[in-house]
């Protein structure tokens, strides 16, 4: 049997026949071709090879698709000033492969390395030495370097200088983030925005961690934008393509009620109390009496927003997370349930000292008592015994019905998350007697504004607010307006009044307990309170520190603007100054700026300036904030060395007080300052300096923080 070979070549492998191997040859080609032609068709018309869609795939392959990221919303105060708001800063890396360079074979590597770090220095807290170092690696290959955290987060001013040298190999990666300008500023309630990586998408965005940032961080996130662009193989846009696009829609804006000057204020005065006193919290809340507004508010321990120096050690906001006992602030409210619900005779008499209830003892804060004393004068020596006696009056249905409507055991749904509710206890008569007087019941700060504004506002409580209104910054338009929620009526107005009038007593009483809340000019109603603190157990913790002091205060008491609540947890007690002392040292400022800047405008009030130099920088500060005056500090030591307002100069509250301390000195941001603040900065300092435009600061040559010596260059753009 011949096989097919040798039948198709004839023989065995002999001549061959090629008419028969032509015409296979020929029928072979044809079916060959036949099937290559149907498997193009079929890519043709379905466009897919191996389930890949090559149409798509070649639109995703000269498709450039461009994120337009959305700009976060800014947080402002009441005059619009900002307290967050986005921004951009950069970080600097150098190529130092010399394998890089462009079409145009120019050097895209560092050529002069001691150049470079001459300039370098120039611009960024970095040595010449220490930056040659760092572009003169061991390992020869090295790709590129960067410069550590001299080289991080540099300001747009600065990346627009450095950049301007034309350094080859000197490249810069833009970066959102987040500025705080004001440092230490009712942090706790603004919170923080801080940048995470979106692992699905590849993108990073800032994301609320806490406070205002956190619980409206979807409006303040805004959208991303996007557009499509089709380019060729050489990277030009190929002329009319359709082009896919979704326009940017950028963050809402948040108004807050917060006066800056207050806070700044309320800031300088708890930072030196807390100094003093070492306590393992407070808290400090100034409120609007009639409308419930919050002017300022702030707490200890706290962090600064700019840094987040602090923040481990301060993520609570413990205005509403923080639930504890008040103690005798709480008979504010005791009172004000005995007046209006008819149990209450002022000049009737009791036994102080003690009180027996269901065999047990209810004592005062003198065990000793005072003897036979009227309920009025009771009030005044903030008796635990008269309070007592007034809910064994009401009983403890009624009571514990107006601790209802004055709303204590529940959230007041402020703007601010992770608000808890409080807690009593309730069940036994004991138990009752000592809510009267703040134990056995836990509120929050914010609660307590809450009601107190019954008793400020004639009887009618309303909701304590931070916000004004929330504003799409695309349109203009108001997204949401905040202002005045009444939120019940739990005492009438005469109440409320004879309340205010027993609380002025503690103040001006030769035998009230208050005195040192007293300020020239304004009359005050105040209760001051001291309450056992929890040790965690069912019991109270032992020791003379081992105490929440705080203060409840309205003014004018007649017809109260203000309210003022502070509280102090556990401070050590030196001997040399009471609690009562030294929350006044918080009230007394505070106060006396509300009532003087509601008053008078703030460009007429005018203050002598005092003499601060060789005073410690604490010292300086507190002093400067209880008169008023705007004070920016220069330097990182302790003892003021400089003041750029000579003393005894008299100035409106308007104008800036730089005082220089000894040590390193650093850079202030001088953002939003004017002209003549920024001359007193430089001759102040040493700087020299170069100053263009009109208005007031918008850029600055010198980094915020940098470190600053006589004869350096500090170049301004005024807007």
């Not at 461009?66 to 700009?71: E, G, H, P, R, V």
């Not at 400090?284 to 419930?292: D, R």
């Not at 749904?413 to 000592?434: K, M, R, V």
């Not at 157990?537 to 929440?548: E, H, I, K, R």
């Amino acid at each position: 049997m011949k096989t097919f070979f040798e039948k198709l070549l004839g023989g065995q492998y002999g001549k061959v026949n090629t008419k028969t191997f032509g015409k296979w040859l020929f029928f072979l080609c044809i079916i060959v071709f036949a099937g290559l032609a149907t498997r193009f068709t079929v890519i043709a018309v379905s466009k897919n090879v191996k389930n890949v869609n090559l149409n798509k795939r070649a639109k995703e392959l000269y498709t450039q698709t461009q994120t337009i990221k959305a700009k976060r919303g800014g947080i402002y105060d009441a005059n619009g000033n900002p307290i967050a708001e986005d921004t951009s800063t950069y970080s600097i890396y150098a190529v130092l492969d010399k394998k890089q360079v462009s079409t145009s074979k120019k050097p895209m590597y560092v050529v002069n390395k001691t150049k470079t770090a001459k300039i370098l220095a120039k611009y960024l807290p970095i040595s010449q030495k220490k930056a040659k170092k760092i572009l003169s690696p061991k390992n020869k290959d090295t790709f590129q370097v960067e410069f550590g955290s001299a080289g991080s987060n540099i300001s747009l001013m600065t990346k627009k200088a450095i950049a301007a040298e034309h350094l080859p190999g000197i490249n810069f990666v833009q970066q959102q983030a987040r500025l705080y300008p004001n440092g230490i500023f009712a942090s706790n309630i603004i919170g923080v925005a801080l940048s995470q990586n979106n692992e699905k998408t590849g993108t990073t965005n800032l994301v609320g961690q806490m406070g205002l940032e956190q619980a409206f961080n979807k409006q303040l996130k805004g959208s991303d934008g996007y557009q499509d662009s089709q380019y060729d193989l050489y990277g030009y846009q190929i002329n009319g393509s359709k082009k896919k696009e979704k326009k940017v829609k950028n963050g809402d804006n948040i108004y807050t009620t917060i006066d800056t000057r207050l806070q700044t204020l309320m800031e300088s005065a708890m930072s030196s109390v807390y100094k003093q006193a070492n306590p393992s919290s407070m808290t400090a809340v100034l409120m609007n009496a009639k409308t419930g507004s919050i002017l300022a508010a702030t707490q200890r321990p706290t962090f600064n927003a700019s840094t987040l120096s602090g923040i481990k050690n301060s993520w609570s906001d413990n205005l509403v997370q923080d639930s504890y006992e008040p103690g005798s602030t709480m008979k504010i409210f005791t009172m004000a349930a005995a007046i209006n619900s008819g149990h209450y005779n002022g000049n009737a008499t009791y036994q102080s000292g003690k009180y027996i209830i269901d065999g047990k003892v209810v004592p005062d804060w003198n065990t000793n008592g005072w003897g036979y004393i009227t309920y009025d004068k009771g009030f005044a020596l903030s008796s635990n015994v008269a309070m007592a006696h007034l809910e064994q009056s009401m009983g403890a249905e009624t009571w514990k019905d107006y601790i209802n409507k004055f709303h204590l055991q529940q959230s007041t749904n402020s703007e601010l998350p992770g608000e808890t509710d409080g807690q009593i206890q309730f069940t036994y008569p004991i138990e009752q007697a000592d809510t009267s007087f703040g134990q056995g019941i836990e509120v929050t700060a914010m609660q307590m504004m809450q009601g107190l504004t019954a008793i400020s506002n004639n009887g009618t409580m309303v909701k304590p607010h931070i916000l004004s209104k929330i504003v799409d910054p695309n349109t203009g338009k108001v997204v949401k307006k905040y202002g005045t929620t009444e939120v019940g009526k739990p005492i009438s107005a005469s109440t409320a009044k004879k309340v205010r009038k027993h609380m002025e007593d503690v103040v001006y009483k030769s035998y009230g307990i208050g005195h040192d809340y007293k300020i020239n000019g304004y009359k005050i109603a105040a209760k001051t309170g001291t309450a056992q603190v929890s040790n965690g157990s069912g019991g109270y913790a032992s020791g003379d520190d081992s105490y929440l002091y705080s203060v409840a205060g309205m003014a004018p008491a007649k017809d109260p603007k203000y309210v003022l609540y502070i509280t102090m947890k556990q401070p050590t007690l030196s001997g040399s100054k009471t609690a009562t002392q030294l929350l006044s040292e918080v009230f007394k400022p505070v106060m006396a700026r509300a009532l003087q800047d509601s008053n008078t405008s703030a460009d007429k009030i005018k203050v002598k300036v005092p003499s601060v130099i060789y005073k410690t920088t604490s010292d300086a500060k507190s002093d400067l904030a209880a008169k008023g005056i705007t004070t920016t500090v220069v330097g990182t030591g302790d003892t003021i060395v400089k003041q750029s307002i000579a003393a005894d100069t008299t100035i409106t509250g308007n104008q800036r007080l730089i005082i220089l301390a000894n040590g390193k000195q650093t850079m202030p941001r001088i953002y939003g300052w004017n002209k003549a603040d920024i001359k007193k900065l430089c001759k102040l300092t040493g700087l020299k300096l170069k100053i263009s435009g009109s208005g007031y600061a918008d850029s600055q040559s010198i980094s915020t923080g940098a470190a600053i010596s006589k004869g350096d260059t500090l170049t301004v753009q005024l807007e």
